[in-house]
């Protein structure tokens, strides 16, 4: 018997390292990256509806998301809504579903919120209609981040997002800094563009460019690291930075003390060990 409704937490990506190349003739850059999920995780939630039901589609923040941002694009346009609309023209027909969306990965921070909710939703999609179908065509259509995340675990992911190689770590802990600002994606890379001679910082070849476009950034960021006198990375493109920790209780303590003395969110999380749950 089919299946009538599936839930699964969505985690959230950080780039541990990010190496970026010269453009390609189609405009993108190839990248080689260390990325691991952390369990700062959306929540999707995907009912199968009767045969010739319309699709019904709700995105939204949840109550304890850190950063709530005004969420004003179409619905038409969210990531998760295009995985399902890519998954009916693959099949043919079709996959009418209610899509309940509560976020509480940040929008435009560099997390993989919407890559996340897009190889999620292919997940819930072919569960419910039992499809037997290999998604990674898609999930590369939809954006370089999204194979990564419909792989699960953690990985090295390189070219254009399209080879994984599953990385095995111990448990990590972090604290992640989220500004209340976003770091526009193509700007930086344009940026990148630009000054692609300098030198990575902090293993991140995006982080100067991110500097560039976004002039607080760097504020914040130094800030951080004066303060705590501990190394701070940039995730992706920005604007999440993060700083490692030796241990959760480590990690609270120190995410407490940076929202104290400099009033930026601040969030103590860990590397997820599960896949898909």
């Given at each position: 018997?089919?299946?009538?409704?599936?839930?699964?937490?969505?985690?959230?990506?950080?780039?541990?390292t990010l190496s970026v190349g010269e453009p390609l003739q189609n405009g993108m850059h190839p990248i080689v990256s260390k990325m691991v999920r952390i369990d700062m995780c959306d929540e999707l939630e995907v009912t199968r509806l009767e045969e010739g039901a319309w699709s019904r589609y709700a995105?939204?923040?949840?109550?304890d998301a850190p950063i709530q941002s005004e969420i004003d694009w179409p619905i038409t346009s969210d990531l998760a809504?295009?995985?399902?609309?890519a998954l009916e023209t693959l099949v043919g027909h079709p996959l009418p579903v209610?899509?309940?969306l509560e976020k509480r990965i940040p929008v435009g921070g560099g997390l993989g919120g919407g890559s996340a909710?897009?190889?999620?939703?292919?997940?819930a999609t072919s569960r419910l209609f039992q499809l037997d179908i290999s998604q990674v065509k898609i999930a590369k259509e939809l954006g370089s981040d999204v194979p990564f995340f419909l792989n699960g675990g953690h990985a090295t992911v390189s070219g254009i997002g399209e080879n994984i190689v599953p990385l095995v770590i111990d448990q990590m802990h972090f604290v992640v800094i989220l500004p209340e600002y976003r770091c526009n994606t193509e700007q930086v890379y344009k940026a990148f563009d630009v000054l692609q001679k300098e030198?990575?910082?902090?293993?991140?070849?995006?982080?100067?460019?991110?500097?560039?476009?976004?002039l607080q950034l760097c504020k914040d960021m130094k800030a951080v690291e004066n303060f705590t006198q501990k190394e701070v990375h940039l995730s992706g493109s920005g604007s999440t930075f993060f700083i490692?920790?030796?241990t959760t209780e480590h990690a609270k303590t120190l995410a407490l003390q940076i929202t104290k003395k400099t009033g930026l969110v601040a969030i103590a999380t860990q590397s997820c060990k599960e896949h898909w749950r």
């Open positions: 018997m089919a299946r009538e409704q599936v839930h699964l937490s969505v985690p959230a990506k950080l780039n541990l995105v939204m923040w949840k109550d809504v295009l995985a399902h609309r209610q899509m309940k909710d897009a190889a999620a939703m292919l997940l030198n990575a910082v902090h293993g991140n070849d995006l982080l100067l460019p991110a500097c560039s476009v976004q490692i920790c030796d």
